[in-house]
């Protein structure tokens, strides 16, 4: 049991996804402190903050005026693009051109991986043609 388990922990897969955890926890960490310190402020300089302190869109409501703090939105999404984009460029894109060298180090091309499977088409034919070369069958 322990033998398994220390096969498991150093597979390289769960070793990569630890560290692109960690990674990401520490990312996300500097993305927050960059909106919050840039982002927001620019915020600011469009919408005025409320009696709160929350930048957004006051709308008078039945019982007075209501505030959509959209700078919480917009930080959101801009933090969320941010480490996107760093993970995909970061990451992704490199394992995946380190994964084509390796597969044309290989001879592998796209063609070998997947072979090239029937069109529904192209199975109905066949389908018909079985039948129709059976022999009629005899009624009993």
Do not use: C
Request: aromatic share 10%.
């Amino acid at each position: 049991m322990i033998k398994g388990f220390k096969e498991f922990i150093l597979r390289g897969n769960v070793i990569d996804l630890a560290v692109a955890v960690v990674i990401g926890a520490a990312f996300t960490a500097v993305v927050t402190a960059i909106v919050d310190s840039i982002i927001t402020p620019f915020i600011a300089l469009f919408w005025k903050p409320d009696e709160n302190g929350e930048l957004g869109i006051t709308v008078q409501g039945l019982w007075g005026p209501v505030n959509f703090p959209i700078n919480d939105l917009i930080n959101a999404i801009i933090a969320f693009l941010a480490v996107a984009i760093v993970v995909y460029f970061v990451f992704v894109f490199p394992m995946n051109k380190l994964k084509e060298r390796a597969a044309a180090k290989a001879g592998l091309t796209e063609a070998d991986e997947e072979p090239k499977l029937p069109t529904e088409q192209e199975l109905l034919v066949q389908i018909r043609d079985l039948l129709a070369a059976q022999p009629p069958a005899t009624k009993v």
